[in-house]
């Protein structure tokens, strides 16, 4: 039986019926990911020690990369690790634009406590560490005059690593300690997210810690540095970053596609180099994105550093190589996964018995397969789907005591209720033309 707390419980059944992947709680619904789970393990434990991973993993819609994704993170995170996802776009996050994607990790930045927009009670942690390591070293705390003055000498010393690549971050950072020191908030608040990224910070506000513009493409990588640092002082494992959805650049113009290539391979290179210890980084794409004309082989360096033989048998996979597969999910997979999320749901309603007489194993399987059908017998695109229905199916359950649901081969899926990847993937917006 599957047993999680009300809270996780209510998270993850509330994503489900939105048709999204829980934020939280995924361990207990990792329907296939056993054979990763050790190598995983190994590769957090080497960032843990001051390492670097770069991860690449592929799959086709509906093969579960976001889920594998935050299953990651969620991992990490209760390994003591802080996540950021940043979803790729032409638009709004293009991957060329290095100072753009540092932007979105410290607005998505999130910890074990402090699950959204964790950048600033992180930097704040920072200066909390410094002064009880203050105290610990000898500064009495009663006299606040001592306590700074062994703050600040800790402060110097644990920024002279960060200076030496990132010196802009190094003097924001001063700045903003200042600021808060001496009670100038609006002063604080801006360093702060300039620290972050934000663009059109006012020139007063960065004078105050002798720094100029914003940050650019060329000052993100050191940044990011300076970020490890801190999370590192705060006695975090490290820093787990899923730059998702990179398919996107086979849509974008060619020069475009060609610097966000070359920004991909100067990431990988730099990890490989230790220019990140405490980074672990997993990109996610389509098979598409990284066999394809318009994608990974374009940029033959980068190509043949991610590349792995993927034409023998899947069982043979090895979790440790640079690139792993998501083959999707089997008939046999999806009605484990609806099993699990009917005990998920069962464990605190109030229909708990009528559940399990009413949705068995049988039933799921009925369901799964009548889903899948409908979507021209794709189950590897029918698991968002089936679960929304079967959560539908359960709430009714629940709410009304007269209920009985429908035999699961008469559930019906409508057109509306498919998203555009699931309408292409089925073949459901194919256009049939009379000859």
């Not at 991973?53 to 390994?79: C, D, H």
């Not at 999370?231 to 966000?260: F, P």
Request: glycine content about 8%; proline content about 4%; hydrophobic content about 40%.
């Amino acid at each position: 039986m599957v047993t999680v707390s009300p809270r996780r419980r209510r998270e993850i059944i509330d994503a489900l019926r939105r048709g999204t992947v829980p934020q939280r709680g995924l361990d207990v619904m990792a329907v296939g990911l056993d054979r990763f789970q050790a190598t995983i393990d190994e590769e957090l434990t080497t960032v843990t020690e001051s390492g670097g991973v770069f991860k690449a993993v592929r799959g086709e819609y509906g093969s579960g990369k976001t889920f594998f994704a935050r299953w990651l993170t969620e991992t990490a995170k209760q390994r003591g690790f802080a996540t950021a996802e940043v979803q790729i776009s032409e638009t709004e996050t293009p991957l060329h634009k290095l100072e753009t994607i540092y932007r979105r990790i410290t607005e998505n930045l999130s910890t074990e406590a402090i699950p959204a927009s964790a950048f600033r009670e992180v930097i704040d942690g920072w200066f909390r560490v410094l002064e009880e390591d203050a105290v610990d070293s000898g500064a009495d705390p009663s006299t606040p005059g001592e306590l700074e003055q062994r703050t600040d000498e800790l402060l110097e010393q644990r920024l002279a690593a960060v200076s030496r690549t990132a010196p802009a971050f190094a003097a924001a950072l001063r700045g903003y300690h200042s600021a808060l020191r001496e009670g100038e908030t609006a002063t604080a608040d801006g360093l702060v997210a300039w620290l972050g990224g934000q663009p059109s910070v006012a020139a007063s506000v960065r004078r105050a810690a002798g720094v100029r513009g914003d940050i650019d493409h060329f000052a993100a990588f050191g940044f990011l540095q300076g970020l490890l640092a801190v999370l590192r002082d705060s006695d975090y494992a490290g820093l787990v970053l899923v730059l998702d959805e990179v398919e996107t650049l086979q849509r974008v113009r060619s020069d475009v596609r060609e610097k966000s290539l070359n920004a991909l391979r100067q990431l990988l290179d730099e990890v490989d180099a230790g220019r990140f210890p405490g980074l672990y980084v997993l990109v996610t794409g389509t098979p598409a994105f990284f066999e394809g004309t318009q994608g990974v082989q374009r940029l033959p360096p980068l190509a043949s550093r991610i590349s792995v033989d993927f034409s023998g048998d899947p069982r043979w996979d090895n979790p440790r190589a640079p690139q792993i597969r998501l083959l999707g999910f089997q008939q046999d997979g999806l009605i484990e996964l609806g099993r699990r999320v009917r005990e998920i749901y069962a464990s605190d309603s109030s229909a708990a018995d009528r559940i399990e007489s009413l949705i068995d194993d049988g039933y799921l399987s009925r369901l799964s397969q009548s889903i899948a059908g409908q979507l021209g017998g794709r189950v590897g695109i029918a698991p968002r789907v089936f679960l929304r229905k079967l959560v539908d199916i359960l709430d009714r359950i629940e709410q009304f005591p007269d209920f009985t649901p429908e035999d699961a081969e008469t559930v019906q899926v409508a057109p509306t209720e498919l998203n555009e990847d699931e309408r292409a993937a089925s073949g459901l917006d194919a256009i049939e033309i009379d000859v």
